[in-house]
């Protein structure tokens, strides 16, 4: 009996040492990057926050130019930063990479650049009237000329009778 109440503790202390040593590890090394939103159009605010970044750091990509990342006041070991996405960012999923600290964590396809739409003229490439607009509008007047005539033609033939 003494030698299994002897295992059982030994073996909780084993567990207990094991479950909290990952946590006493992610303290020190930067962990969980978050980008949100994690779907962005260009020229858009994205916030990065980043999990054991004790004394803050930096945060890069492809998308973005290198921003700074400052400890938040009151989160243990919990750093934040606002990148602006680039005018120039094509659409596609992009890597974050953070170094806190010294120590380097990339997170692959942490946030997602959506493309916008080609705006413009419609698909114009003059302005005014096309001569296929000025074709319409003059056949559209000669048909309405054309048809009012017959109409007070009718009127009139109308009252002689």
């Known amino acids: 009996m003494r030698n299994t109440r002897a295992l059982a503790v030994a073996g909780a202390a084993v567990a207990a040492l094991g479950l909290s040593a990952p946590a006493a590890v992610a303290g020190d090394t930067p ?21 054991g970044c004790r004394h803050g750091g930096t945060a890069t990509s492809n998308a973005f130019s290198p921003t700074k990342l400052s400890p938040i006041h009151g989160a243990r070991h919990t ?9 120039n960012a094509r659409p596609g ?12 964590m990339t997170k692959p396809h ?9 705006g413009g003229i419609g ?12 074709a319409i509008g003059g056949g559209l007047v000669a048909a309405a000329l054309v048809g009012g005539g017959v109409f007070w033609m ?5 009252r002689h009778v």
Not at 110 to 118: D, M, S, Y
Request: net charge positive; aromatic share 2%.
């Open 123 to 134: 698909g114009s490439s003059t302005t005014g009237a096309t001569p296929t607009d000025m």
């Open 110 to 118: 942490a946030f997602t650049v959506i493309g916008g739409v080609r």
């Open 93 to 104: 999923p992009y890597d974050i990479t953070v170094v806190c600290d010294g120590k380097r």
């Open 79 to 87: 750093a934040r930063g606002t990148a602006t996405i680039n005018n």
């Open 154 to 158: 009718r009127r009139r033939a109308e």
């Open 31 to 51: 962990s969980n990057i978050v980008a949100l939103p994690s779907v962005i159009a260009r020229g858009g605010q994205l916030t990065i926050t980043v999990d």
